[in-house]
């Protein structure tokens, strides 16, 4: 049965919800500092830093950090008198939710999973890289928080397999210029094999993609183009 809403309740449905990323990001690299850990920031806020076009950014409700597992039991350790909420996740890592304030959600991911993908080598990888090149966004007048490479963002978002993700990665290759050279690199010498193995699954996703999008790095032609080659 069909029931009538009134004026003010539709207008307040029609409220899009609103994630301010900034509690979360302070706290996480006050926790990190803390516990002298390392972190970086992946996932869609990632994405936000590298599209300057607020127009691009898909909504997203919490903050991701690549972390390895160590930093994981760091944190589980540093926060267990604290007025929070931890969770595993799937993938490998930990949700870290405060109960005093909502707008605080993090994703510490390490990616450690066996049966949804081990990609905590590359994570590591990824995680040096970052710091060893200092490369940060400033939270406030006295705190940084390490940002991930666009490399090695548009190739963790290709690893989870999700279309969202994906769409994430293709909006990147369109819209900056990433050295996708250097993400074939990432893939070829990356120093575990079994981790190395799955990736080059990912990089034939990857130049799938490329060829799609006619783009200038792509390395394969196009069914019709191979034909019309031939002849």
Known sequence: METETSPEKRRENDILPVFDPRPSAVFAADLLEATGQKGILIGRLAVWIFLKDT????????????????????IRNHLKDRDVSIRNLLIGGINVKSRADSNINIDFIDRSSREWGDYGSLFREAIAEAVSNNRTVRLDERKNLYVVSLEYLILMKLLTLEKKDEEDAKLLLRLTEPDINRIRDIISNHPDPPVRTRLEIIRTRLEIILRDMNHKESKLLRYKDEILTQV
């Open 55 to 74: 127009a691009d950014h898909g909504y997203t409700k919490d903050l991701d950090i690549a972390v390895s597992e160590q930093t994981c039991l760091e």
